[in-house]
């Protein structure tokens, strides 16, 4: 089976104080993406990575960022967190984007980390 | 910017009732669908992908409808574990990416004994 794994379940920051979430996945995935879920909004995509060193915008990159120094861990860091960031963040991964290639671009999700900013 | 629409519900259906509910995608050249299964609290996990043909799982169904640019999904003999918010999921036409990634807000289904 395919395991994501998120590094906390839960946390509480302060405004201004720089956040990191982490995403290990243990199946030589290419792909991993950081999604944020919000009631009424559904998952909003921030950024994603199809390789090593390789990061791309999602559709709402404004206050994060992103690392990807091993396949296997892809981290979302917020610089200096605000109220508006408070979120449950979702991090997946897939074998290939390519969505011609049956099955491969199917998204396996980390448990979630509920993240509260005071 | 490509959609998916889905009608939020929530759908209250009695138990061992057959239900049913639409996505529908605005990408002409979307290749792949899928539905998600989510849970109160939990993250997103696949329940089915969705085949052009239409394919079944057990009590579940999903059908494609390219030239109305659809998705449906049936549950059939719907068990209280049925329960949960059903995210329809459509893949671009265009190499993936963020492009290719497009979650529907989903669907909440409440099963009631």
């Known amino acids: 089976d395919v395991k994501v794994t998120q590094s906390s379940r839960y946390l509480v920051k302060r405004t201004g104080e720089k956040v990191f979430l982490e995403c290990v996945q243990d199946?030589?995935?290419?792909?991993m993406f950081w999604y944020r879920q919000d009631p009424g909004l559904g998952l909003r995509l921030i950024y994603f990575?199809?390789?090593?060193?390789?990061?791309e915008k999602g559709d709402i990159p404004e206050g994060y960022s992103v690392s990807r120094e091993k396949k296997e861990r892809f981290s979302l860091i917020l610089e200096s967190a605000s109220t508006n960031q408070t979120s449950m963040y979702l991090c997946?991964?897939?074998?290939?984007?390519?969505?011609?290639?049956?099955?491969?671009?199917?998204?396996?999700f980390g448990a979630g980390t509920r993240l509260s900013v005071l | 910017r490509k959609e998916v629409e889905q009608d939020p519900g929530p759908f209250n259906v009695p138990e061992g009732a057959t239900v049913a509910f639409n996505c529908t995608y605005s990408?002409?050249?979307?290749?792949?669908f899928f539905w998600y299964r989510q849970d109160c609290r939990k993250e997103p996990k696949l329940l089915m992908s969705?085949?052009?043909s239409g394919n079944e799982d057990g009590r579940f169904t999903a059908q494609l409808n390219r030239a109305s640019q659809y998705i449906s999904l049936l549950i059939r003999d719907s068990k209280l574990s049925d329960s949960a918010t059903y995210l329809c999921?459509?893949?671009?036409?265009?190499?993936?990416?963020?492009?290719?990634?497009?979650f529907g807000k989903g669907t909440h289904l409440i099963i009631q004994p």
């Open positions: 999921v459509v893949n671009g036409g265009e190499g993936g990416g963020a492009d290719g990634l497009t």
């Open positions: 199946m030589d995935h290419e792909n």
């Open positions: 969705v085949y052009s």
């Open positions: 990408n002409s050249a979307s290749q792949s």
């Open positions: 997946a991964s897939s074998l290939d984007w390519t969505s011609g290639r049956a099955g491969k671009n199917i998204q396996y």
């Open positions: 990575s199809y390789d090593v060193k390789m990061k």
